[in-house]
């Protein structure tokens, strides 16, 4: 269930800021997206990351990403 279908209040969320999304992982099977601050030291070369501004969305992979985590960033990309 998402949290506006329970109508309920979601701070961490704006149409019009910024959000950097951190995918990470081991295997297909061992994926996780988590949101972590937009700040440049929120970025690291083992990861694959995402930034989405207002309707624009940037994808970053840390050049010792893996390629499940590159394929995870593209399929949470299609979903923003």
């Known amino acids: 269930n998402y949290i506006a279908d329970k109508g309920l209040n979601d701070e961490?969320?704006?149409a019009d800021s910024v959000a950097l999304i951190r995918l990470s992982?081991?295997?297909v099977h061992?994926?996780?997206a988590v949101q972590v601050d937009a700040v440049p030291s929120?970025?690291?070369s083992n990861e694959c990351f995402l930034l989405q501004s207002g309707s624009s969305l940037f994808s970053w992979h840390?050049?010792?990403s893996s390629?499940?985590?590159q394929q995870l960033a593209a399929k949470v990309a299609e979903f923003l």
């Open 12 to 14: 961490t969320y704006s």
């Open 25 to 27: 992982g081991t295997s």
């Open 30 to 32: 061992n994926n996780k």
């Open 42 to 44: 929120s970025l690291n």
């Open 62 to 64: 840390g050049n010792q």
């Open 67 to 69: 390629y499940e985590q």
